[in-house]
């Protein structure tokens, strides 16, 4: 079956965004809210479907940006997302993992 296949953001790049990740406390309860991120752009898939990349404000007033790093095809497209921290950090996914897709 041809669909989309969404690989994500590697491992680090969550694991960075979850310790660094604003998440502004409800100002009711004091729990953390989900971050509004802002959409920085936009990729296609192959049913015309649109997905958006997004930017991501982080506790030290930092952003991250969500890049399309890679999208090989293996029954549809393999969209690897990376992530571009305002200071030229960068989490990439390793090349094996792309043409293993």
Known sequence: MRCDQHMGL?????????KYLV??????CNRPLV?????IGQYEGMFG???????YNLKS???ADEFLQADPW???PCFFIGLRVS???E???PEQDIQNA
């Open 49 to 55: 479907d649109i997905y958006d990349l997004r930017r």
């Open 91 to 93: 989490f990439r996914w």
């Open 61 to 63: 007033g930092l952003t």
């Open 10 to 18: 590697p491992k680090e790049a969550l694991e960075f965004l979850s």
């Open 35 to 39: 971050q509004e991120c802002e959409v």
């Open 74 to 76: 293996s029954s549809g």
């Open 23 to 28: 998440t502004p406390p409800c100002p009711y």
């Open 87 to 89: 200071d030229g950090l």
